[in-house]
T-cell receptor
Framework: GENVEQHPSTLSVQEGDSAVIKCTYS??????FPWYKQELGKGPQLIID?????GEKKDQRIAVTLNKTAKHFSLHITETQPEDSAVYFC???????????FGGGTRLMVKP | GAVVSQHPSRVICKSGTSVKIECRSL??????MFWYRQFPKQSLMLMAT?????????EQGVEKDKFLINHASLTLSTLTVTSAHPEDSSFYIC????????????FGPGTRLLVL
């Protein structure tokens, strides 16, 4: 089955700096890669996703890149703000309505 | 759009009792819902996949007789933790997949269960 590794497990940045979180996956059949943000005591919130037919997607301060050959994808947050502090999870699936496999999560702390 | 609700948000119960958690997709139809369990500072662990009108598919190691799942309509799935014990205390989260966008899962806010 699919295995998703996520790094780093914790990340501390200064407000205004950029943050990058990286994930690798094992199943070459995976073609859908969402990212979720989870605040303390709440459910995960979808913030961006990418499908295998594109290499990069951007939404304001958030961008995701995908390298299918290397089987890794990354989340980039620019101009970080304290409210970006949360746990971020990457995930992968082979589409076709199948289940998501999650990475271990990254705790991002943005210092004011 | 794409709102998923869960009820209750938190519950405290005595050991041996059963607890029912509801998951609703409020503005879309969900042919499939998923139930996850999350321990503190850990990732989400898939417990089962709930398909409307059919039996749920449980992940390895998850007892189907302990965690009863019912998905009676396109907008509602329930998880019942039967004869709960302290080790069942956890954060239970559901997600729903939009029938019109099969890949995307939207998560509920979670239910904090504490078994005394």
């Amino acid at each position: 089955g699919e295995n998703v590794e996520q790094h780093p497990s914790t990340l501390s940045v200064q407000e205004g700096d950029s943050a990058v979180i990286k994930c690798t996956y094992s199943d070459s059949a995976s073609n859908y890669f969402p990212w979720y943000k989870q605040e303390l005591g709440k459910g995960p919130q979808l913030i961006i996703d990418i499908r295998s037919n594109v290499g990069e997607k951007k939404d304001q301060r958030i961008a995701v890149t995908l390298n299918k050959t290397a089987k890794h994808f990354s989340l980039h947050i620019t101009e970080t703000q304290p409210e970006d502090s949360a746990v971020y999870f990457c995930a992968a699936s082979d589409g076709a309505g199948n289940m998501l496999t999650f990475g271990g999560g990254t705790r991002l702390m943005v210092k004011p | 759009g794409a709102v998923v609700s869960q009820h209750p948000s938190r519950v405290i119960c005595k050991s041996g009792t059963s607890v029912k958690i509801e998951c609703r997709s409020l503005d879309f139809q969900a042919t499939t819902m998923f139930w996850y369990r999350q321990f503190p500072k850990q990732s989400l662990m898939l417990m089962a996949t709930s398909n409307e009108g059919s039996k749920a598919t449980y992940e390895q190691g998850v007892e189907k007789d302990k965690f009863l799942i019912n998905h009676a309509s396109l907008t509602l799935s329930t998880l019942t933790v039967t004869s709960a014990h302290p080790e069942d205390s956890s954060f239970y989260i559901c997600s729903a997949r939009d029938a019109g966008a099969l890949e995307t899962q939207y998560f509920g806010p979670g239910t904090r269960l504490l078994v005394l």
